[in-house]
């Protein structure tokens, strides 16, 4: 019986060589860097706004609570809650970066 080479990509087992992924682990990683740049803007933007205390909070807690839940839904493989959580924790840093935005205009 012939077994197909697997790797470990992303702390799970694939089946298929890497060649067959398709781009999804160049994905991963994109979005990964990408939360290290959001999460890095967000605390810049709560800082600049520390003089409106209630909105920075709002801010950084979203910033925090998006990351939090991006790495919750990583580690519990596959979590559909934790993946709804997160993409909902990011739509608050979204609305709370857009009522920034509009309090300082």
Same mark, same amino acid.
């Given at each position: ?8 990509? *992303?702390?799970?087992?694939? *089946? ?8 999804? *682990? ?19 933007? &709560? ?17 925090? &609570? ?40």
């Amino acid at each position: 019986m012939h077994r197909r080479p697997y790797l470990v990509v *992303d702390a799970r087992r694939r *089946d298929e060589p890497q060649a067959r992924t398709g781009g999804g *682990d160049a994905l991963i990683v994109v979005h990964r860097l990408a939360s290290i740049a959001v999460v890095a803007l967000a605390f810049a933007v &709560a800082w600049a706004l520390r003089a409106q205390r209630a909105i920075a909070l709002s801010v950084a807690a979203a910033a925090l &609570a998006a990351l939090a839940m991006g790495v919750a839904a990583t580690l519990r493989q596959p979590s559909l809650a934790f993946t709804v959580a997160h993409n909902a924790c990011a739509a608050l840093l979204v609305a709370s970066l857009a009522s920034a935005v509009a309090r300082r205009a």
